[in-house]
């Protein structure tokens, strides 16, 4: 009997203990976040230490050019493998090439921009940094189709592997680089290389090599969903990046580097939690779409986890931002603690609404969720607009008002299969509470240890350390008292994970 390749097995999407594999799944991802945020935290405080705010500025302002031009790239090629019930070879080898042509033109057009990138922000060094930046699109391009087909099977345990190595390398080079006097480079060099690793790796696991052919239906039949996948794309860029564009442009790189590397940390939240979930996910979601039933009740259970995580995360960080600052920036780093304490708050909101992603994808509603999409684009505008002539602060608290938008869209991805207002209360509000109880205890917590008394790195660390242990503790008594539920879900979560890594 003929054994089927990865790419062969993932041709028929099989529904079969998906309620399963989605805790496998979770389990891993949760695993993966507290690997990934130490190696953040510890990288994040050597970098502070060797790059100036301006170089982070530099490459913040580069970043912005080359985001734009990824979701280009990007065009929903993997989300559509990945959602549909039947795929073929000839649809994977199509979507290979492409989404490497995508890559190799989006890299031409970055370098010409390149050209005129230094002028418009007043600076050549982000045009040079451009320049070299462009070559990920074409690495970036080869990890799509392969992660398509790794979703589609739910190998959750290899996409661990894969992220926790391309995470420690990258942290390894960026680290090593900047020591080695490279500066600003040293970020791009560390991205290039883990795009390489990620590119490398995904093809080995996956076992897919593509072939020599293309046939150009295979994509058109997906077109308007493709279309819709771009405009959520751009309005996604236009909500992370169009602070980020007038910052660098109206008020240097400097301003730029302190409001960036706050709004990054806060970021990790969704990009490490509230991502890799939808990862995990969507796949999951969309081979229950016959079956409203258990996609009910997966989406409830998935919920409640991701919202009990994402929020006391986000609300802790903006407890102890100040600590946060002096434990892992320095006291040169202190202007950006209260664009921190904000974007706290904020990145636990949007962390929580991000369920209503893989919900939309699933179901096949890209076009509602992009009319969602204007909406809070719109507002997040305005809120930026508002602020900028008051400072970096003021934007921050802009943005924090309008990433409560999103909460909208999580009551109408909801509503697609069925679930209710009620059903919303019931993800949201006791993981709301409790939070909020902890934040407040942070807050008192500040007021009796003030973080200006320590005098170095180790003792905010320490003390930082302290702060989270009285604040988790309080959170996880709360959240008991206010969802018993959750407390049986986590261990059976838990008992499945041991389970699965003792194998």
């Known amino acids: 009997m003929r054994v089927r390749t990865r790419p062969q097995q993932s041709f028929a999407r099989r529904h079969l203990a998906v309620g399963h594999k989605v805790a496998v799944g979770a389990g891993f991802q949760f695993l993966g976040i507290g690997f990934r945020t130490a190696v953040t935290l510890l990288s994040t405080a050597a970098l502070a230490r060797l790059l100036s705010p301006t170089e982070f500025g530099l490459v913040a302002m580069a970043t912005v050019v080359t985001e734009f031009a990824a979701l280009l790239g990007a065009f929903g090629f993997g989300n559509v493998l990945v959602q549909q019930p039947v795929i073929n070879r000839l649809k994977l080898d199509t979507t290979f090439w492409a989404s490497l042509a995508a890559g190799a033109a989006l890299a031409v057009v970055v370098g010409l921009v390149s050209l005129i990138a230094g002028r418009f922000f007043a600076d050549a060094d982000v045009g040079r940094l451009l320049r070299l930046m462009s070559f990920n699109f074409v690495l970036n391009s080869l990890s799509a189709v392969p992660a398509a087909v790794l979703a589609r099977l739910m190998l959750y345990r290899l996409d661990f592997l894969i992220q926790i190595s391309v995470v420690l390398v990258r942290a390894g080079v960026a680290v090593t680089a900047a020591w080695g006097g490279l500066g600003m480079w040293s970020l791009v060099i560390a991205a290039l290389v883990g795009s390489g690793l990620q590119a490398s790796l995904s093809l080995r696991a996956a076992r897919y090599w593509p072939r020599l052919r293309f046939h150009s239906q295979a994509l058109t039949r997906h077109w308007r969903t493709n279309g819709g996948y771009l405009g959520n794309g751009l309005l996604h860029y236009v909500n992370t990046n169009l602070d980020l564009l007038l910052i660098g442009r109206a008020l240097g790189a400097t301003s730029l580097g302190f409001y960036q590397n706050a709004r990054s940390l806060t970021d990790e939240i969704r990009g490490r939690i509230?991502?890799?979930?939808?990862?995990?996910?969507?796949?999951?979601?969309?081979?229950?779409?016959?079956?409203?039933?258990?996609?009910?009740?997966?989406?409830?259970?998935?919920?409640?986890?991701?919202?009990?995580?994402?929020?006391?995360?986000?609300?802790?960080v903006s407890a102890n931002a100040e600590l946060l600052v002096r434990a892992l920036y320095g006291t040169?780093?202190?202007?950006?603690?209260?664009?921190?304490?904000?974007?706290?708050?904020?990145?636990?909101?949007?962390?929580?609404?991000?369920?209503?992603?893989?919900?939309?994808?699933?179901?096949?509603?890209?076009?509602?969720?992009?009319?969602?999409?204007?909406?809070?684009?719109?507002?997040?505008i305005g809120a930026v607009l508002v602020g900028m002539p008051w400072g970096v602060e003021a934007v921050a608290a802009g943005v924090a008002l309008a990433s409560l938008y999103p909460l909208v869209s999580l009551r109408a991805a909801l509503a697609q299969i069925g679930l209710g207002t009620r059903d919303f209360m019931r993800l949201l509000v006791p993981p709301l509470l409790a939070a909020s109880g902890m934040w407040l205890a942070g807050l008192a917590l500040n007021d009796m240890d003030p973080p200006q008394r320590v005098s170095s790195s180790v003792q905010a660390l320490a003390s930082l350390a302290a702060h989270v242990g009285v604040c988790a503790a309080i959170y996880l008594l709360l959240l008991a008292l206010l969802a018993p539920a959750l407390r049986s879900e986590l261990l059976v979560l838990w008992r499945k994970l041991g389970i699965r890594l003792a194998r």
């Not at 904000?342 to 509603?365: C, E, K």
Request: aromatic letters at 8%.
């Open 274 to 316: 509230a991502m890799p979930l939808q990862q995990v996910l969507f796949p999951a979601f969309s081979a229950l779409q016959a079956d409203r039933v258990a996609f009910q009740a997966l989406v409830m259970r998935a919920g409640r986890l991701l919202v009990a995580v994402v929020i006391p995360v986000g609300f802790g």
């Open 332 to 380: 040169r780093w202190l202007p950006m603690v209260d664009v921190m304490s904000l974007f706290g708050l904020a990145a636990a909101v949007r962390a929580a609404a991000a369920l209503s992603i893989p919900l939309f994808n699933a179901t096949d509603r890209v076009g509602l969720a992009l009319r969602y999409n204007v909406v809070g684009t719109a507002l997040l």
